[in-house]
């Protein structure tokens, strides 16, 4: 079993810059894949980026040049760096976590809202 703990969401004026963390726990020696996912009410959850335990990467285009994911293997803890935030990105954002392909636990969400 992995347990998910998200922080760092909150308010944040539009061209701001918010830095969301997932630390992952449990009986686990590593993680494959981590990443995040957003949703808003009435669409379905997109991804955000995800990152190997390799460093690999990859974003959803409209947040490339503005976002970075990034990951600390050591303390199985992926972190979203957002900057230059827009309106359009308000939504409750999700991490998530693969032990291994075809696996894949989730965080229970933290909101993000961008808004002046």
């Known amino acids: 079993q992995v347990q998910l703990v998200e922080s760092g969401g909150g308010l944040v004026q539009p061209g701001g810059s918010l830095r969301l963390s997932c630390a992952a726990s449990?009986?686990?020696?590593?993680?494959?894949?981590m990443g995040w996912h957003r949703q808003t009410p009435g669409k379905q959850r997109e991804l955000v980026a995800t990152?190997?335990?390799?460093?690999?990467?990859r974003s959803a285009d409209s947040v490339k040049g503005r976002f970075t994911i990034s990951r600390d293997n050591t303390k199985n803890t992926v972190f979203l760096q957002m900057n230059s935030l827009k309106p359009e990105d308000t939504a409750v954002y999700y991490c998530?976590?693969?032990?291994?392909?075809?696996?894949?636990?989730w965080g229970q969400g933290t909101q993000v809202t961008v808004s002046s």
């Open positions: 449990g009986s686990i020696a590593s993680i494959y894949n």
């Open positions: 998530y976590a693969d032990p291994y392909p075809g696996r894949r636990y």
């Open positions: 990152i190997t335990s390799g460093g690999s990467s």
